[in-house]
Structure formats: structure tokens, C-alpha cells
């Protein structure tokens, strides 16, 4: 089955850049997403990445897909205390019937020290 | 427009109870969702609908039940509440395969 990995904890200091990466195993998945999920709140959609492409840039955020190593990875440029959240790689997949599902990594909680 | 709602917000349940976990989305969303989520265990699908009156299983279905009466509405239900099934559940919807709207949430504690 399909399965998206990631590391769990990730720490940096106010200014630098992050990088999140991420692993998955569909290699059919026609989007990859990342989502950031703040203290007590739902998950809310940051970027997108069509198969197809290779990066992404959307003002801070770049993100990098390697299709070939099923590796994608989030970069945060210039970040900021407001950063600080749940931070989860998910991958879409044709579960039958005319419907796709979202499989998610387990989150990797950064934390960013003033 | 208010997106994804759901309602509690937070529901402490005894053992063998039962509840309906209520998600509204007023975004005339097909696709709607169930997930919850526990630490270190990201989230996971519980159950979904393409379509009003059409639901599937998603990855953990086992002691739950939904329902899809209106196509802006999706249910989640509880017959027999066990403490495993404390977690937070999080509803979402689309409009096609690509991005999901999450609601804010439930907190559901079973003693």
C-alpha cells in the first residue's frame, strides 16, 4: 500500500532557511501536497506539486520534487516564530470507484527559536 | 461563506456510549471525509463520500458508521465508544481530487 514518510522534528533559528523532506511510494500519484497544521486548528492546504514538475516556488516557499527517488522536500525561506507548526507531506492516489484518496506522513513539528 | 464546520468542538464520552459527530461544508463540495488523528500517527482515513447518499471505508473504518443524507452534510457516528477511539477527528471536503478543506476539529475523549 501506499506509504509517505518524513522525520518528525525539525528545529532552526529565526532567519534561516528550513528544508522538510519527505518520502512516498505511490509512484502513480499525480499531486503531492503539504499541508500546516497550527496548535488546535485543522490542516490547511500551503502547496501543491504537479507530478510533472520538478519545482515549485511560491513567494517563501520552494518545493522540490525528485521523481525518480520519490523524494520531495519543503523549503522555508527566512523563517519565522509564526512558522512554528505541524508541517505534513500527503500524496494522492486512485482508490476506485471515481475516487481518490489523500495518504499523509506523520507530520514533522518544527519549531522555530527566536 | 464559513467552510468546513463541525460540531462539538469537544465531546467526553463513558465507555459503550454513543455519539454523531456533525460536518457541514457549504462550498457544494461531492467528495467529504473522515480522518482522525493521534500523535505519531498523522492522520488517518476513516471513511469518505463521493456523493450525497453514497459512503466507503476508508484505512479504519472498524466502530464507525456514517451517513451522507444531504450532499452538504456528512455524519459520523459512534454506536459503542471505546477509549481507543479517543482522538481528534477532523472532517474535510472537496470539489475534485485535488485540495481538501479541513474543518477545525473535534476532541473526543472516551473514559
Known amino acids: 500500500g501506499e506509504d509517505v514518510e518524513q522525520s518528525l522534528f525539525l528545529s532552526v533559528r529565526e532567519g534561516d532557511s528550513s528544508v522538510i523532506n519527505c518520502t512516498y511510494t505511490d509512484s502513480s500519484s499525480t499531486y503531492l501536497y503539504w499541508y500546516k497544521q497550527e496548535p488546535g486548528a485543522g490542516l490547511q492546504l500551503l502547496t501543491y506539486i504537479f507530478s510533472n514538475m520538478d519545482m515549485k516556488q511560491d513567494q517563501r516557499l520552494t518545493v522540490l520534487l525528485n521523481k525518480k527517488d520519490k523524494h520531495l522536500s519543503l523549503r522555508i525561506a527566512d523563517t519565522q516564530t509564526g512558522d512554528s507548526a505541524i508541517y505534513f507531506c500527503?500524496?494522492?492516489?486512485?482508490?476506485?470507484?471515481?475516487?481518490?484518496?489523500?495518504?499523509f506522513g506523520k507530520g514533522t513539528k518544527l519549531s522555530v527559536i527566536p | 461563506n464559513a467552510g468546513v464546520t463541525q460540531t462539538p468542538k469537544f465531546r467526553v464520552l463513558k465507555t459503550g456510549q454513543s455519539m454523531t459527530l456533525l460536518c457541514a461544508q457549504d462550498?457544494?463540495?461531492?467528495?467529504m471525509y473522515w480522518y482522525r488523528q493521534d500523535p505519531g500517527m498523522g492522520l488517518r482515513l476513516i471513511h469518505y463520500s463521493v456523493g450525497e447518499g453514497t459512503t466507503a471505508k476508508g484505512e479504519v473504518p472498524d466502530g464507525y458508521n456514517v451517513s451522507r443524507l444531504k450532499k452538504q452534510n456528512f455524519l459520523l457516528g459512534l454506536e459503542s465508544a471505546a477509549p481507543s477511539q479517543t482522538s481528534v477527528y477532523f472532517c474535510?471536503?472537496?470539489?475534485?481530487?485535488?485540495?481538501?478543506?479541513f474543518g477545525p476539529g473535534t476532541r473526543l475523549t472516551v473514559l
Open positions: 462550498m457544494n463540495h461531492e467528495y
Open positions: 500527503a500524496e494522492i492516489a486512485y482508490s476506485g470507484a471515481g475516487s481518490y484518496q489523500l495518504t
Open positions: 474535510a471536503s472537496s470539489s475534485s481530487y485535488n485540495e481538501q478543506f
